[in-house]
């Protein structure tokens, strides 16, 4: 399931089909103040595996790693509704290898979206309570050392597949990007654990990539930058990013309205759907980059679209407000 290369490249286990489609959006460009060819998605939700998303080409270097090594069980950490693990179990299931998830919250705190498709996989869960980032590390770290005394030969992933490895995975994204849109001028990421904008940044430059924050990590352009100089050992100032920070809202998780309007209009637009915590935040960021101006008219823009339609349903408030917009038309008579 691996493969190489003869310069160094990392092996890499086959787990998707290459490239994915990029796609013109001209009633989405228009209802944004762009011009009706300007805005494009890539759509890397269309990846395959597992319900599809950006992970699948980070998980590829990471298990392609982990194979090499021998090992038996895949162990990440995440949130409930994580995309990440929910792609690992699928990762894991279609290489045969075991995979134990390490979820903040609590059994019974959170039943559908993801978490169906983690049993789905076959994966087993540890839920370690309302914990933050690196007391979640720190229980993945436990629960590795347990399996190694059973025998077992874990292979530790960090955070959303976050790694200078997994980062490899978005600076081939830009390359193939820049082979379907050499015109390219901005790319619009959800930026989250960080390694989907660093491989984008390694492979584009710091001034074809925006980033628009999820409240995922504290420091979001230093996570960028470190990633960045440990993948290819090139140095960028934190404040070299083009990198929003107003539509986090009340925190990571939450649903803001921006992140709720962006949702209806790709939906109600090109029928595509996003989710409320990555890629709704990543066109509402857009959209308020057109309004100052940051994106202009007449240049290619494209939108990447990461994935997470599984979350859309374990998110209750965007539930919710999905199923208050249905019209419901009475039956006559």
């Known amino acids: 399931m691996t493969m190489s290369s003869d310069h160094g490249t990392p092996r890499r286990a086959a787990l998707a089909t290459w490239p994915t489609p990029l796609e013109p959006a001209p009633r989405l460009a ?24 950006n992970k699948v080409r980070k ?26 693990a929910r792609l690992t179990a699928a990762a894991g299931a279609r290489l045969g290898l075991d995979v134990v998830l390490v979820l ?37 770290e436990e629960v590795a050392a347990r399996l190694r005394q059973r025998g077992a030969v874990p292979a530790l992933i960090p955070l959303g597949g976050s790694s200078p490895l ?23 990421v959800a930026l989250g654990s960080g390694g989907t ?5 390694d492979a584009l430059g710091p001034g074809k990539v925006l980033g628009v924050d999820c409240g995922a990590v504290q420091d979001p352009a230093g996570t ?13 100032a934190p404040e070299t990013l083009r990198l929003r920070q ?15 309007d962006a949702l209806t209009l790709a939906g109600r ?8 915590v990555y890629t709704g935040r990543a066109l509402a960021g857009l959209r308020a980059a057109v309004r100052d101006k940051s994106v202009a008219p007449g240049r290619r823009t494209v939108l990447l679209h990461s994935g997470g339609l599984p979350g859309l349903f374990g998110h209750g408030d965007a539930v919710a407000r999905c199923q208050e917009a249905l019209t419901v038309l009475p039956v006559d008579g």
């Open 166 to 188: 997994g980062a490899y995975g978005y600076a081939e994204c830009g390359r193939e990007l820049l082979g379907q849109a050499p015109d390219l001028d901005t790319v619009v």
């Open 224 to 236: 960028v930058t470190g990633l960045v100089t440990a993948l290819s050992g090139t140095v960028h």
């Open 269 to 276: 637009t090109e029928g595509i759907a996003l989710d409320p």
């Open 104 to 140: 903040a919250g609590a059994a019974g705190s959170s039943a559908s979206g993801n978490l169906v498709l983690d049993g789905l996989f076959g994966a087993t869960v540890v839920w370690a309570g309302e914990v933050g980032g690196t007391q979640l590390a720190a229980a993945a």
């Open 59 to 84: 998980l590829e270097w990471i298990c392609g790693a982990a194979l090499a090594e021998g090992a038996t069980t895949l162990v990440t950490t995440g949130a409930a509704q994580s995309n990440h």
């Open 246 to 260: 107003d539509q986090v809202g009340a925190g990571y998780g939450t649903l803001t309205e921006e992140s709720m």
């Open 30 to 53: 228009r209802a944004l103040g762009l011009g009706a060819d300007d805005l494009w998605i890539k759509r890397d939700d269309l990846t395959g595996l597992g319900g599809g998303g």
């Open 197 to 201: 904008m660093a491989g984008l940044v």
